[in-house]
């Protein structure tokens, strides 16, 4: 049994324990037919899941930095990112159809350093925005972040206002952000352009707030209650629009593409 | 006053110093040539010590119990202050004041997260860490600012925002990204001033501006030494050296391009003689202020959003694989 859950064939829910071969979780969206536990995404698998099929362009794949203040290790562990993931970032960019609508999309892709917001990110993420924006195209973001990519120091903190600068552009050209919060949102990501569509969906039980709940814990010395940042628990006090479950997230980004179709 | 280690000669020559005088003036002696020479010798020692902190050491200086807080610098560098208090959705937030002033007599709006001078205050001000109230009140001031065209001036000492059950209930990423975001589409010059601890995104909140000056022992970090260590190297006695690798300085953001000036503290520290820390603030402050009173509306935003644009463009590659 061992040796087949290390070969990824089959796979635990974490929420109701039932194992799952990999073609019946690809077949439902990741969602545990059981207890419809959301499995997290790869940034490929939610492109695969959100985009017409063949329909996807990347933007600014061959995008890198150089960091001048990275911490020592920082090298190898983005080295060993690369590797796990066969991704050169945390996040994709680019353009694609949903449903036939075009759009400009980024998916986060928490395997990545924990989808932390360095400055490829940040600049990603611009980049698609200015060319949603050239383009006059909607744009969709899938966020998932542990938040600043520490290791880039100051700089990672400063891509809260880069990204945020760029949708200022964006908005006054009355153009159409949607985001998407998926587990887990948190930090500068949360705290910067996670925030700041014109509609904010999640996905059910995604983990979304600004302080991780272990830091809040730490600072409150308490056990934090059953739920909370939970996606419900955030719509319920009016911070997202909706909380869709994934099988019916790709109609609904269609039925607001359409909504807000230019005439 | 607490002190800090490295500050311990320079106390100690200070007392001395004091001593002597005592002692002069009740043994009725001369001792001015002695006492001058210790005076001198204090002022090297002073000088030497703060010009050669270690990144860490900054950090203390800038969190210094003694550091003149923002209602310090309020009172030095503005006339008039009037405090507007609430964010006319859910309360008032004491960590993260606000209000109207003048400047040189021109009427601005002011905002700056305020720390307490004692454990008293700080109880009451929560430490300079802001709710999400706080970042909702400096966003309805920097929109009132910006209908009336008055300047916004922001002075930042937080650890950071806040991290606790009623911040989340009530959005704090969400206040906090607004204020960044209002901030950065503000029509009327803003220019922060770091002048203490400038903390992860609670400290951005107010900082995303026209310009950022950041005082010579100040300091600006994505996340505290501590949490850093913590985070990255599971051993939060490793502060003193994620201090250094996260540089967090005024010397090392000047030299990475993301703060526009330094302002020269006191020798000693901003605590040893905060009138003359405020004037350096106040003349920087006036410099930055008229070289942006002249700028068309438009210009002035299109400016503020180049800067964050190409902010670390300088750190970025293309490769040749698309």
């Known amino acids: 049994?061992?040796?087949?859950?290390?070969?990824?064939?089959?796979?635990?829910?974490?929420?109701?324990?039932?194992?799952?071969?990999?073609?019946?979780?690809?077949?439902?969206?990741?969602?545990?037919?059981?207890?419809?536990?959301?499995?997290?995404?790869?940034?490929?698998?939610?492109?695969?899941?959100?985009?017409?099929?063949?329909?996807?362009?990347?933007?600014?794949?061959?995008?890198?930095?150089?960091?001048p203040l990275a911490a020592p290790e920082y090298q190898e562990k983005l080295q060993a990112a690369r590797q796990a993931t066969a991704l050169p970032e945390a996040v994709l960019t680019g353009e694609g159809t949903i449903l036939g609508h075009r759009v400009a999309v980024a998916a986060l892709d928490i395997r990545f350093i924990m989808a932390s917001m360095g400055t490829v990110v940040g600049e990603k993420i611009v980049r698609a925005i200015e060319n949603a924006c050239a383009k006059r195209l909607p744009?969709?973001?899938?966020?998932?972040?542990?938040?600043?990519?520490?290791?880039?120091?100051?700089?990672?903190l400063l891509q809260m206002a880069k990204t945020s600068a760029a949708l200022i552009a964006f908005h006054r050209a009355g153009l159409l952000y949607i985001s998407v919060l998926t587990d887990p949102t948190t930090g500068g990501v949360s705290a910067s352009f996670a925030f700041l569509g014109d509609?904010?969906?999640?996905?059910?039980?995604?983990?979304?707030?600004?302080?991780?709940?272990?830091?809040?814990?730490?600072?409150?010395?308490?056990?934090?209650?059953?739920?909370?940042?939970?996606a419900e628990f955030l719509c319920r006090h009016g911070f997202i629009d909706q909380v869709v479950p994934r099988p019916r997230l790709k109609s609904t980004l269609a039925q607001i593409l359409a909504l807000h179709r230019e005439v | 006053m607490v002190n800090l280690d490295f500050e311990r000669p320079i106390i100690e020559l200070e007392t001395k110093i004091s001593e002597l005088r005592t002692f002069a003036r009740e043994k009725a002696l001369d001792l001015q040539n002695e006492i001058a020479r210790l005076e001198k010798r204090l002022q090297e020692l002073t000088a030497d010590i703060y010009q050669n902190l270690t990144p860490w050491q900054k950090v203390l200086v800038a969190r210094h119990p003694g550091r003149p807080n923002v209602l310090a610098y309020i009172r030095h560098l503005f006339t008039d202050f009037l405090e507007l208090r609430g964010d006319?959705?859910?309360?008032?937030?004491?960590?993260?004041?606000?209000?109207?002033?003048?400047?040189?007599?021109?009427?601005?709006?002011?905002?700056?997260?305020?720390?307490?001078?004692?454990?008293?205050?700080?109880?009451?001000?929560?430490?300079?860490?802001?709710h999400p109230e706080g970042y909702r009140k400096a966003r309805r001031l920097m929109l009132q600012a910006g209908k009336f065209k008055r300047p916004v001036i922001t002075l930042i000492d937080t650890p950071g925002a806040y991290c606790g059950v009623g911040a989340e209930e009530r959005g704090q990423a969400v206040a906090i990204a607004r204020s960044i975001q209002t901030m950065l589409g503000l029509r009327t010059p803003v220019v922060a001033v770091i002048t203490g601890e400038g903390g992860s995104g609670g400290a951005l909140a107010l900082g995303a501006g026209d310009r950022l000056l950041i005082q010579e022992h100040a300091v600006f970090s994505v996340i505290s030494p501590e949490a850093y260590a913590t985070i990255l190297w599971n051993d939060p006695a490793r502060c003193p050296?994620?201090?250094?690798?996260?540089?967090?300085?005024?010397?090392?953001l000047a030299e990475l391009g993301i703060v526009d000036e330094v302002i020269p503290e006191p020798p000693g520290g901003a605590h040893r003689d905060p009138a003359l820390a405020a004037r350096y603030v106040k003349e920087a402050l006036a410099r930055h202020l008229d070289e942006l009173a002249g700028l068309p509306e438009e210009e002035l935003l299109r400016r503020r959003l180049a800067k964050f644009r190409k902010i670390d463009n300088a750190y970025l590659r293309e490769l040749n694989t698309n």
């Not at chain 2, 050296?241 to 090392?252: R, Y």
């Open chain 1, 1 to 67: 049994m061992l040796s087949i859950l290390a070969r990824g064939l089959w796979t635990r829910c974490p929420c109701c324990g039932d194992l799952r071969s990999a073609k019946e979780l690809d077949r439902s969206w990741k969602v545990c037919p059981k207890c419809g536990y959301h499995f997290r995404l790869t940034a490929p698998e939610r492109l695969q899941y959100t985009l017409d099929e063949g329909s996807f362009r990347e933007y600014d794949q061959g995008l890198t930095g150089e960091v």
């Open chain 1, 139 to 156: 744009l969709v973001i899938f966020s998932a972040s542990g938040g600043a990519r520490l290791q880039e120091g100051v700089l990672s």
């Open chain 1, 199 to 230: 509609i904010i969906l999640a996905e059910p039980g995604a983990l979304i707030g600004f302080a991780g709940p272990r830091v809040i814990e730490q600072t409150i010395r308490q056990k934090l209650p059953e739920g909370f940042q939970r």
């Open chain 2, 88 to 130: 006319r959705l859910y309360g008032d937030d004491p960590a993260l004041i606000g209000g109207l002033a003048r400047f040189n007599g021109r009427p601005v709006t002011v905002l700056g997260n305020l720390k307490g001078k004692d454990t008293r205050e700080n109880l009451e001000r929560n430490f300079g860490m802001a």
């Open chain 2, 241 to 252: 050296e994620a201090a250094q690798s996260m540089k967090i300085t005024a010397a090392d």
